[in-house]
Structure formats: structure tokens, C-alpha cells
């Protein structure tokens, strides 16, 4: 499972992000060498273990619950489930937020990655049409959680094709374009989309290739 990050300065669930990962290592360590069948948590060992009364215990419960970090009791085991995306709240990162000037300097790397994709990597049946920002970028903060890219993507014309290597799938095409754009930091939350109306609103776009502008 993918390492869970956490912005320092953000709340989750309504608590510090330090807090999740003590508690959630506290209620881990509960179960260290049972199996799983038998690896169940109580409602009031949890709310023990995040250091909460029964209502906020019961909201947040219910909240892991309906995000699939815990397995609700059942017929014929109480307790809850501790789930591998729940144990990755024990593993998670916990860094400062991404300065704006930060986010700014990755959108000028991001729009020469756009490039080179398009002019190098002609064995990707896909290219970039364009890209746009959208999420925290669009508020008035200073320091941000992610900087969310919508990437729109578009199959190549065959003239831009490599004639000398196999082609990838479409598939594959599009998993290459979103990894280079996550190598570009870890703030940088790729999403690659067919039309450009399917980002959340508000957004702005900030690439486009030359023969399009």
C-alpha cells in the first residue's frame, strides 16, 4: 500500500495528524500476533486508545467506517476490524505544507515535463493536450496540502508515433504520464482526465501545447 501523507498543519478526522498516528499505533499494537479473524478492536479501547469521550469516540468510529479503515462488527464477531488502510495511518508521513512560491516552481517543471512528453516519448500512444490546476492552488493559502494537476489526455497522431519501438498500451501510456508528474514531488497529485469539465471547479489551466495556444 501506498505510504499515506500527512500535511502538518491540516486536521484529519478532526485531529492532529500525530495524534492519528499514536493512536492508531496504540490500537495496533492491541492486536500484534493475533490473526486476523481475531484481530477485532472494541468501541471503548478505541475511544481509549484516540484519547476521546463516547460521542466524538462514536463520530470518528463511524467515520473509519464509512472510509473502509475499519470493519464494522458483525453476526458473530464484535468489535472492529482493523484494516490495512487503518495500519497505514500508524505508517504515515507527516510533513510541512508546500510553500505557494513551492507550487509555483513545480508548475513551470510540470509544463517542461508536458513538453517532453509530447516532443520524447513517442512510443506513448498518448500525449498531453493540456493541464490544469485545480484544489488548494485555487485558495487564498499560503501554504498548501497538494498541488492537484488535471492532466487531459489525447491519443497521438500516428505521425508523432515512434516507428522504431513497440508501443505501449493505452493503458500503460497513461500510467508513465502519471508517474512522471508524481516524480515531480510528492505534493503533486496527478488525475488524468478525457475532458477538461470533469475537474472539480474551480480551475485554471496553465499548459497547452504551442500548436494549440
Do not use: W
Request: hydrophobic share 45%; proline share 6%; glycine share 8%.
Amino acid at each position: 500500500m501506498k505510504t499515506r501523507t500527512f500535511v502538518s498543519d491540516r486536521l484529519y478526522y478532526g485531529l492532529d495528524p500525530m495524534r492519528i498516528r499514536a493512536a492508531t499505533s496504540r490500537a495496533l499494537a492491541r492486536v500484534v500476533g493475533l490473526p486476523p479473524a481475531r484481530a477485532r478492536v472494541s468501541a471503548t479501547n478505541l475511544r481509549q486508545d484516540f484519547a476521546l469521550d463516547t460521542v466524538q469516540g462514536t463520530a470518528l468510529v463511524d467515520a473509519f467506517v464509512a472510509g473502509g479503515l475499519l470493519d464494522p462488527p458483525d453476526g458473530l464477531r464484535g468489535g472492529y476490524g482493523l484494516t490495512p488502510g487503518f495500519a497505514g495511518l500508524a505508517q504515515a508521513r507527516v510533513v510541512d505544507p508546500l510553500p505557494r512560491a513551492r507550487a509555483r516552481l513545480l508548475l513551470t517543471e510540470a509544463c517542461a515535463l508536458a513538453q517532453s512528453i509530447n516532443a520524447t516519448r513517442t512510443h506513448n500512444p498518448l500525449e498531453i493536450a493540456a493541464f490544469a490546476v485545480f484544489g488548494d492552488y485555487m485558495s487564498r493559502d499560503h501554504h498548501l496540502a497538494s498541488l492537484d494537476l488535471g492532466v487531459l489526455v489525447r491519443l497521438r497522431l500516428a505521425a508523432r508515433r515512434t516507428r522504431f519501438r513497440r508501443m505501449q498500451s493505452k493503458g500503460e501510456g497513461a500510467e508513465a504520464i502519471r508517474a512522471a508528474f508524481q516524480d515531480l514531488s510528492t505534493f503533486v497529485r496527478p488525475r488524468l482526465v478525457t475532458v477538461m469539465s470533469s475537474l472539480p471547479r474551480p480551475f485554471s489551466i496553465v499548459f497547452q501545447p504551442d500548436d494549440e495556444v
